[in-house]
C-alpha cells in the first residue's frame, strides 16, 4: 500500500534491506575507518540467509552464496563430525568455498583492491569450529572469524545476559549497526558512518 502511494506520486521507490550496511557499520566501530582502507568482508550464514559483504573506501558489494539442500543438510551436522578434513568434506566445502573465492575475486578486480585476509562470519550456529576448519582449508591464506561484539564494546551486566543467550554472539551484529547510528546508544567513540541513508 505504501508502495503504490509513491508510484501514484510518480517516484520509483525501492526496498532496501538496511542489515549489510548496519553490519559495515558495525565493523567500522570495531576496526575503526582507517580499516576500510582494504576491503572488509563479512560471510552470513544463517538459517534463513547466506550471502557474502565485502566493503572498502571504494566500493560495496553483496553476494548471495546458494547451499543446495543436500550440502545443506551434511552442513548441519558439521559439528557432530570427528574429522572434516577428508576428501568427502572437501567437496562440499569446495562448493560453498568457491563461490566466496569468486565473490572476493570479483570486488577486489573491480575495486582494484588487495586481496582480503579476513572473513568475519554471523551465524546462528552455536559451535563453528568445524566449519571454520573446512572453510580456512579451501581458501587458503584467509583468516575465519566469529564476529565478536565484546571486542569493541563493553556490555553493563543487565544486558549481558540478553548477549550471553543468544546461540552465538555474531548475531547481535545488525543491532549493533544499527545502534551506533545517531543515537551512538553503544557509546562508540567513533561515531562516523561509513554507510548511511536518508529515509523517508
Known sequence: AYINIFRMAGLNPVIVDMNPSSQMNAML?????ESFDTPVAIFNYLKDANHLIIASKKGFSVVDININEADQVLLDTIEEIEDVTTEFWDEIFERLSSQIKQGLIEFETQQEEEPISLINIVTDKVNTKNLFTGLEKQLGEIVIKNYDPEESINFEEK?????????????????????TRRLNCFDIENENELYNFNLL
Open 159 to 179: 544486558a549481558k545476559k540478553y548477549l550471553d543467550a543468544l546461540p552465538n554472539k555474531s548475531k547481535i551484529i545488525n543491532c549493533i549497526g544499527a545502534g
Open 29 to 33: 566501530a570495531a576496526l575503526g575507518k
